[in-house]
């Protein structure tokens, strides 16, 4: 289109990028084979194609991408719900209720918009006002609600191991079943474990959970773990009420579980005696992020169990936790009767806890409680700040009286995490004991109140982060824990890596230093691993290793490939130098779309062992039965691109594809923020075509959405077109709609490619000579829908002569 007004000469144009009037000289115009009449189209400066076009979107000097925007007759942009989604921008009050298509009044409703229009260059610029822009949607209220929906998340694991002495097999099978209705959170989880024909279900919680945003506090009901800054975590059947935010419910956030196996293991994740993980990790070392923690103030037990029989176990600290003490601001409050993992003769005690927490400045927080149940009192405070932004510190103290026993103490925690310069970080915590003091479980307990080895005493945790451009980077964390019976146990890892142009190097570090008799350190002693891996192109790498354990001494290989988004493999060779055990073993991990699935296989001459786990979730509503490779979280939705089956979806939680009726799982969606849904359209048939590509959705907690994808299917022609002498049509020649539209122009050979055409439509070619000719268009009755474009010949006929335009 700049080229157009090059060829015409303007005669006068002024050089901004509003709207101006250019005038034309028309023997240039005709002498260079364009129609001239095409300049009264072009006359009010360049300007875009009526339709959908994709161009690049700025905002407020802010670059969106690229976006899927409409524009009419008059080449003038139109702010569709799509637009709006896109640029975060509010929707006209008038026009709430209309449809999805519509061009809406924002320029009515908002008369300080700037919109500039740079068609040559594919671009659409917007300044708008700052009232006109959504901001966050828990401060606005702008933010979608309600819907119904069930769910069932599971993760089912299992591991079998045959060998010449016998064998053995363990299973578990985690599920949480539940649904979303009104804005109501209905959730129960349950663990079934079967070790060598030993089988126990734990029930871990049953709840009903809502928000209350005018008071801005959620509610629960039911089998709950109380929250709260000083007496998180006690099980309890009851009420609760705590604040509402965003940021609540994160308490596994940056926590992390990292250890070594010496061999294909099996690692359990427990606290407050309770199970929330288990997973099998391969052999080396291991890092598991995201654990569904019922607190954030309560211990991690943790038990590595190799599949040659060896276990370990050790304890990640609560005070290690990074972003622990970070609680909002408000009261906490819980009612009920304590629900213990022991098991009582008695009937279970009432209990009721109260805390707050209350801002000091900008940097600072302090918080207090109570907690009080038949035979047991404790009161609690923690101060929690940062100085000058930089350097964190979390003091707790906690105060019990056991009356029942006439037992009292205290419970005093430090934590300090701070960066020390050159990329070198420092986080160390400290918690102590007195003698007499009790938590709530162990209070009435069988045994355990008189047993010292089941209470620490001293429990320190340091932790060494450091990263270099040149030397890599290096982590270290020791921790040590102290019983009343003087048992001592103590925990060292690190780990160096460093990138090299065609190699990585690693090297690891795990000890475990018990005292005499510690039942805790069943496989202790300095393991060390040294590792080398070598990218081979694309998402294949190779990999060897050198592993020392004890008098046990390892050298072994792997190869890994991704192959794509589905499918990824390891195999594996180990050699035992200092003996003749040599294992071969073999992992494949599928993402067939709708769940995940993990089979492994580990082979030595003593002994086979096979794993598998599979998990996701399963979402029953109103469309039918959707599965997703994903855990259902608590606020989650269903997505549909028309009826098209294969879609891919990109989401929060990752990838998604629609299944046979053209529905996916939005697996978890950020309450009170902004989550975007965004269609692949490589993944589409050639001739689909999306109204918007992109969604922007703000979810309240606790609801369900229907996100629906408006496709559009297109048939683009490329046409051969002659005149009724057989004669190809002159190249620039103007191509119109029935309407008068402009729609594009002849190419060489008489080529006419046409974007979006439909059977039976007529259109007019007029040449620069004045003269006209009238094109039917006629397709085939199918299309194949993998084509770009459709081919034919047509022959335009003769119509009445046009005069030249004024």
Wanted: hydrophobic share 35%; proline share 4%; with cysteine.
């Amino acid at each position: 289109m700049a080229a157009l007004l090059g060829l015409g000469e303007p005669v006068a144009a002024e050089k901004r990028e509003d709207a101006a009037e250019a005038e034309f000289d028309l023997s240039v115009l005709s002498e260079r084979g364009l129609d001239p009449q095409v300049a009264d189209y072009f006359r009010s400066a360049p300007r875009f194609r009526e339709g959908t076009q994709r161009v690049a979107l700025e905002l407020n000097g802010n670059r969106l991408g690229l976006a899927e925007l409409r524009f009419d007759r008059d080449g003038q942009l139109c702010f569709t719900s799509g637009l709006l989604d896109k640029a975060g921008l509010k929707m006209p009050a008038a026009d709430a209720q209309a449809a999805e298509e519509v061009c809406h009044a924002f320029l009515r409703e908002y008369p300080q918009t700037q919109v500039i229009l740079r068609p040559n260059r594919e671009e659409v610029a917007l300044l708008v006002p700052t009232r006109a822009l959504r901001g966050p949607a828990l401060d606005s209220g702008v933010y979608a609600r309600g819907g119904t929906a069930g769910l069932l998340n599971y993760d089912v694991l299992g591991f079998d191991t045959r060998s010449r002495q016998g064998g053995g097999r363990f299973f578990s099978a985690t599920t949480e079943a539940g649904f979303n209705a009104g804005d109501w959170i209905v959730r129960s989880r349950q663990l079934h474990v079967s070790n060598d024909g030993q089988e126990r279900t734990e029930h871990l919680y049953a709840y009903a959970q809502r928000d209350f945003l005018p008071w801005q506090t959620t509610f629960q009901a039911g089998q709950i773990n109380s929250a709260g800054p000083v007496f998180a975590g006690v099980q309890l059947s009851g009420v609760q009420f705590m604040p509402d935010g965003a940021q609540r419910g994160q308490a596994g956030r940056g926590v992390w579980v990292e250890g070594m196996a010496f061999d294909a293991s099996r690692v359990e994740v427990r606290q407050s005696g309770a199970l929330i993980h288990t997973s099998l990790v391969p052999q080396g070392p291991f890092s598991l992020g995201g654990l569904p923690l019922l607190n954030g103030t309560s211990d991690l037990e943790v038990r590595v169990i190799g599949q040659s029989g060896s276990e370990r176990r050790f304890v990640v600290p609560a005070a290690s936790f990074p972003g622990a003490a970070a609680f909002q601001p408000g009261y906490y409050l819980a009612l009920g009767r304590l629900r213990s993992s022991h098991g009582r003769g008695e009937e279970p005690p009432l209990l009721a806890t109260g805390s707050g927490t209350w801002g000091l400045g900008q940097a600072t927080s302090f918080s207090a409680g109570l907690l009080g149940s038949d035979d047991y009192r404790s009161s609690g405070w923690a101060l929690d700040s940062r100085l000058g932004q930089q350097v964190g510190v979390g003091l707790r103290n906690s105060l019990s009286h056991d009356t029942r026993s006439s037992l009292a103490g205290s419970q005093n925690s430090l934590s300090l995490n701070s960066p020390l310069g050159a990329g070198v970080d420092l986080d160390l915590s400290a918690t102590l004991r007195s003698t007499g003091y009790r938590d709530l479980l162990q209070v009435g307990e069988a045994g355990l109140k008189d047993d010292p080895g089941s209470r620490f005493k001293h429990q320190y945790t340091a932790a060494l982060g450091w990263s270099d451009s040149q030397l890599g980077g290096f982590s270290l964390g020791y921790s040590r824990n102290l019983m009343f019976d003087g048992r001592l146990s103590r925990r060292l890892h690190g780990s160096w890596n460093k990138s090299y142009r065609h190699a990585s190097l690693s090297l690891s570090v795990d000890s475990d230093l018990g005292s005499g008799g510690d039942r805790h350190a069943i496989d202790s002693g300095l393991g060390v691993r040294l590792g080398v891996s070598v990218p081979l192109g694309g998402d294949r790498r190779i990999s060897s290793y050198l592993n020392r354990r004890g008098e046990r001494l390892d050298i072994g290989g792997d190869y890994r490939e991704r192959v794509n988004d589905t499918l990824s493999y390891d195999l594996g060779l180990e050699q035992d130098l200092k003996g003749d055990r040599q294992i071969t073993r073999g992992n494949l991990n599928l993402m067939p779309r709708y769940t995940q699935v993990g089979l492994g296989v580990t082979h030595s001459p003593v002994s086979t062992g096979y794993s598998g786990q599979l998990s996701g979730g399963v979402v029953l509503h109103e469309g039918g039965l959707t599965f997703s490779p994903y855990a259902i979280q608590e606020t989650f939705g269903v997505v549909s691109v028309g009826d098209l089956p294969g879609a891919r979806v990109a989401t929060p939680q990752g990838p998604v594809w629609t299944d046979f009726s053209g529905q996916a799982v939005v697996a978890g969606l950020p309450a009170y923020r902004n989550s975007q849904l965004e269609v692949d359209t490589r993944s589409l048939p050639r001739r689909i075509d999306l109204r918007n590509g992109t969604k922007n959705l703000e979810a309240g907690r606790g609801s369900f959405h229907r996100v629906d994808f408006t496709v559009v299917k297109v048939r683009r022609l490329l046409l051969k077109v002659t005149d009724e002498s057989a004669e190809p049509l002159p190249q620039g020649a103007s191509v119109f709609s029935e309407d008068g539209a402009f729609l594009t122009t002849v190419v060489g050979g008489g080529m006419v490619f046409l974007n979006n055409v439909e059977a039976g439509q007529r259109l007019t070619i007029r040449r620069a000579d004045h003269t006209a000719c009238t094109l039917p268009v006629e397709l085939s009755e199918s299309a194949d829908s993998d084509r770009l474009y459709e081919t034919a010949t047509a022959v335009c006929r003769a119509s009445q002569p046009y005069g030249r335009p004024l």
